[in-house]
Every structure is written in structure tokens, then in C-alpha cells.
């Protein structure tokens, strides 16, 4: 399969610019030019800049010129430490992957997918000029499995009005369930040859977001531990998440234990899937709750580069700071440093 060559190793700066409080102060603050300086010397080439589309639009669709301006602050900073930049919409105007935001009718509505095509437009009047160091992800996990086939059309759609401004700028398109990997497989064909398939991955789900207040089902002190066999991760989602059960993957040799051949096995069908359609496979958010104890969490991160760096697969860890993911937070502490080397 072909390397994304400069986005190999990544991180999010999710909470800066999206599923945040809007506002200049907190703007200003959550993400400075040190800290853009500390990820470029942790040997990363690039970021994930997640963004809401009330950063740079208000709600009557009219644009924000101060919400340009913190995204090409984010550009300056990463082209002065040398990082490539993935520019994600995480929510746009009548749809957000989290359904407390209370956003609805994208899926439905021509008005919200026109908005889409203009907001997208007008991204790519700012910022195409940056190609050889920034790319377009279009919209942040689309939930539904039903939502795939308006989903493609939409995209589809975008995409082409992007390459009238944009002709060779990289843009990255992810599949329902989330940016499930195994839902890559709906994707339509590339476009052209700047289209990136992008995939999450927080499998096991039972272990990743142990605990998580905002997963169905999930009891806030539920608790499960890495060392287990694939069979037991799934009776057990069957008795706690039982939504869950479609999307776990139903892999050979169920009674092998959970570790690095896990995910290579989860993750081969759509590496060949990505190789016949000529175009290359890239995950943009993997990453373990704080609830998980940081060794435990390390072994997880372990695993899963294993498989990254046997297919070349691109990724961007879950997340720099906060959200419950925070790579630099206080309880990631003791294993950071160790952990920056499997990302």
C-alpha cells in the first residue's frame, strides 16, 4: 500500500478549535506555539486540527474572519516547526457526530449540504495554497450505517466543487459507524489520486472507553483490563454494550489473547482493499480513556503501532491534551516519554 509521505506520525488538537468553548480566551490560551514546539520535537510530521464550523461561520452562514485567522495561525506554527497539518471539519451546520450538540438535518436537508459545499469553498480559497503541507478532511465520523449511501453523494459533491479551487490538494473522506475500518469498504472509488481513505480506531471499545458517560450502555465505573482473549472481549460487550456487538469484528482464533495481532488482522482487509483501489489507508484518531491506567493504556498504544508501522499506515493519536485523552495530561505522565516512541 502507498505511504502518505509527511503524515506518518501524528497527534489531535482536539479542544482548541472544536468541542471547545468558542470564545477568544479559551482561543488563545489551550494551544500556544510552545506547545506546536514540544510536538514537533516529540518527532512527529504532522497534526490533526479538528474545527467547528462555529469557528469560522455564524449561524446565519455569514464567515468569521477572526475564526480564518486562528487556523492560519496554526498553519504558521506548524510550517515554522517543520509539522504537516490535516485541516478536519468536526462539525458542520446541521450535523455533528455528537448528538448532544444538537445538530440536525444534514443528511436530509439541501440547504445544510449547500452550506457544506460553500464552507468547504471557501476553506480551500484560504488555505489551498498551503498543499504541500496541509490537507482537507471533510467531515469528523459520520455515525449511521444508514447514512452511508447520502453520505458518499455528499461527499462525492464536495469534493469536486473543492477541485475547482483545489485541483491537488490532498482531501480525506471516512466511511459510517464512525470512520469504522471495516466500513471503508463502502467508500465509493477515489476520485483522483489525492483522495486519503481515513479510518478510527478505538478497538476494543469495551477497553478504550471504559467508563466513557457518553457511550450507550456504558456503566461510568465499568472497568476491563487488556490481557483478554478476543472471545471474552466480545461476551462481555454482548452483557454491557450490546449496540456494540455489530461492530466488533468477529475475527479467526477468538480464543487468542488481545495484543498486537489483533490489529493486524482487523486491519488487512482494508489494506488490500486500499492497495486494489490504488490509494492510501490513514487513522485519524486511535487512542485510550484516562480511566485506564497509563502502563496499561502504553501496552494498548504498543499494539496497535506494531500493526501501523508493518502497513505504513498514517495516524494521528487521541489527543494532545484533554478530552479524556490527553496525551500530555497528568495521568499520562509516568509513561509519556516512553510513549511518544509508538505513536
Known sequence: MKKWTGYQKGVNLGGWLSQCWHAKEHYETFITRADIEKIA??????????????????????????????????????????????????????????????EHGFFEEERYQERFYRLWEEIARHFG?????????????????????????????????????????????????????????ALPLPQDNFIIYNFHCYDPLLFTHQGASWVKDMPEDFRFQFGHTYNEYLETIKQVLPDQVEVFPKLDCMEKTFGAEFFLTLFADTVKLAEERNT?????????????????????????????????????????????YGLTDEHFKEVLGEAINYL
Open 280 to 324: 492510501t489507508l490513514y487513522c485519524g484518531e486511535y487512542g485510550v480513556i484516562d480511566h485506564v491506567a497509563a502502563p496499561e493504556a502504553l501496552q494498548w498504544y504498543k499494539a496497535i503501532h506494531q500493526a501501523f508501522e508493518y502497513y505504513g499506515i498514517g495516524r494521528a493519536a487521541w489527543n494532545y491534551k484533554e478530552l479524556h
Open 129 to 185: 495554497q498551503y498543499k504541500k503541507m496541509l490537507a482537507f478532511e471533510l467531515l469528523n465520523e459520520i455515525t449511521d450505517k444508514e447514512l452511508c449511501k447520502p453520505w458518499n453523494k455528499i461527499a462525492d459533491t464536495c469534493i469536486r466543487r473543492i477541485r475547482c479551487i483545489c485541483p491537488d490538494i490532498f482531501i480525506l473522506i471516512g466511511s459510517y459507524w464512525n470512520n469504522n475500518v471495516t466500513a471503508v469498504k
Open 41 to 102: 520535537g516529540w518527532g512527529l510530521d504532522h497534526v490533526r486540527l479538528p474545527i467547528d464550523y462555529n469557528l469560522i461561520e455564524e449561524e446565519t452562514g455569514i464567515y468569521k474572519d477572526e475564526g480564518f485567522a486562528y487556523i492560519q495561525r496554526a498553519i504558521d506554527w506548524c510550517s515554522e516547526f517543520h509539522l504537516n497539518i490535516i485541516l478536519d471539519l468536526h462539525k458542520a451546520a446541521g450535523y455533528s457526530f455528537d448528538a448532544g450538540e444538537q
